[in-house]
C-alpha cells in the first residue's frame, strides 16, 4: 500500500481571506495567550493548513484557525503584520467534499501531541545551556508559591495528608525528581489551564 502525499504547494497568501472550515468556539481556548507570546517573541514560524474547495474556490482553514485569530487581535494591538503569510495547500484532488477536509481536520490536525520526557528535555536544554525560561511555550515570567506545611503534633515530621485541608476539590500529588523538572510539568499544566501550587514537603 502506498502512502499518500497530500502537501501540494507552500505559498504566500492573503491569510485575512481565508475562511473558516470549523465553527466558531469548537474549541477551548486554552494556549490563546501563550500562543500570541510566542508570536510575538519568535515570530510567525509555523504555516498555516488550508484546503481550497475545488467548487467554490474558497480557501479554508483546516489548521490555524487560533493563530489567525490572534495575529487579527495582534493588528488591533498595533502590531505590524505582514499582508500574506505562509499556507500550506492539501490536495484538493484527493480531498475533494468539505464533509472530507472536516474528517481531516479532526483525525490529522487535532490528534494529541507526545508529552515530553522530563529528563530528556532537562538533559537536552542544559547541553546547549538554555534554561527552562528559553524554551517554555509561554515565554511568561512564572512566580512560584510555596506553601509549608504545619508540623503534625507530636511528631518531628511534616504533615502529609493534605485531606482535612481539602474541602470540595481533587488534588493530585506528584513527586519530581529535580527542580527543572518540576518547573517543566508545572508549566505544562498550567498552560493546559489547571489551578497549580507547589508545596514543599
Excluded at 499582508?83 to 483525525?107: G, M, P, S
Excluded at 511528631?155 to 525528581?177: G, H, Q, T, W
Aim: hydrophobic share 35%; aromatic share 8%.
Amino acid at each position: 500500500m502506498k502512502i499518500q502525499d497530500l502537501i501540494v504547494k507552500t505559498e504566500k497568501v492573503k491569510w485575512q481571506d481565508l475562511k473558516d472550515l470549523q465553527p466558531e468556539n469548537l474549541k477551548t481556548n486554552f494556549h490563546g495567550e501563550k500562543t500570541k507570546q510566542s508570536i510575538i517573541e519568535l515570530g510567525f514560524a509555523q504555516a498555516i493548513y488550508v484546503w481550497q474547495n475545488p467548487e467554490t474556490q474558497e480557501v479554508k482553514i483546516i489548521d490555524g484557525h487560533l493563530r489567525s485569530d490572534l495575529l487579527r487581535e495582534l493588528i488591533a494591538d498595533g502590531f505590524e503584520v505582514p499582508e500574506k503569510l505562509n499556507c500550506t495547500f492539501l490536495d484538493n484532488t484527493k480531498i475533494k467534499t468539505e464533509q472530507e477536509a472536516i474528517k481531516y481536520l479532526l483525525r490529522v490536525f487535532n490528534v494529541k501531541r507526545n508529552s515530553m520526557d522530563s529528563e530528556t528535555l532537562e538533559n537536552w536544554i542544559e547541553e546547549f545551556d538554555l534554561s527552562v525560561d528559553d524554551v517554555a511555550f509561554d515565554g511568561l515570567d512564572i512566580k512560584f508559591e510555596v506553601e509549608e506545611l504545619p508540623m503534625v503534633e507530636g511528631s518531628d515530621k511534616k504533615d502529609k495528608d493534605l485531606s482535612d485541608k481539602i474541602i470540595n476539590k481533587m488534588c493530585l500529588e506528584i513527586e519530581c525528581s529535580s527542580e527543572a523538572e518540576q518547573e517543566i510539568l508545572y508549566n505544562r499544566f498550567l498552560g493546559e489551564g489547571l489551578k497549580v501550587k507547589i508545596i514543599n514537603l
